[in-house]
């Protein structure tokens, strides 16, 4: 499986950017795709997660209200709308795809990811 991102950006406070993952190669079985983001000196990050089928969400407390995740399974694409951007979402954000059905309880961990893409850099200034 072969993830890209895209979308990312510099961007001041309270303004909006969408981010999108593209999966390629064996992702029929896959069970959820989730988005990370980590700034510089810290530790990768939980965000959103979206389970493929049924299309449950999960959000990270700092996020939810803000970001939207979504899914497109026909092209293979997750998407992330980002609004109300503060200076504090600044970071590379990384998509992710878990391949194994996994208990929601640990969907937020990045051990259940089994690929990841490149990561994208979004910058908010304030």
């Known amino acids: 499986v072969q993830l890209q991102a895209s979308g990312g950006g510099l961007v001041q406070a309270g303004g909006s950017l969408r981010l999108s993952c593209a999966a390629s190669g064996r992702t029929f079985s896959s069970y959820a795709m989730g988005w990370f983001r980590q700034a510089p000196g810290k530790e990768r990050e939980f965000v959103a997660a979206?389970?493929?089928?049924?299309?449950?969400?999960h959000y990270a407390d700092s996020v939810k209200g803000r970001f939207t995740i979504s899914r497109d399974n026909a092209k293979n694409t997750v998407s992330l709308q980002m609004n109300s951007l503060k200076p504090e979402d600044t970071a590379v954000y990384y998509c992710?795809?878990?391949?194994?059905?996994?208990?929601?309880?640990?969907?937020?961990?990045?051990?259940?990811?089994?690929?990841w893409g490149q990561g994208t850099q979004v910058t908010v200034s304030s």
């Open positions: 992710a795809v878990a391949i194994r059905r996994t208990a929601l309880s640990v969907i937020r961990s990045t051990d259940v990811y089994d690929y």
């Open positions: 979206i389970r493929l089928s049924g299309g449950s969400t």
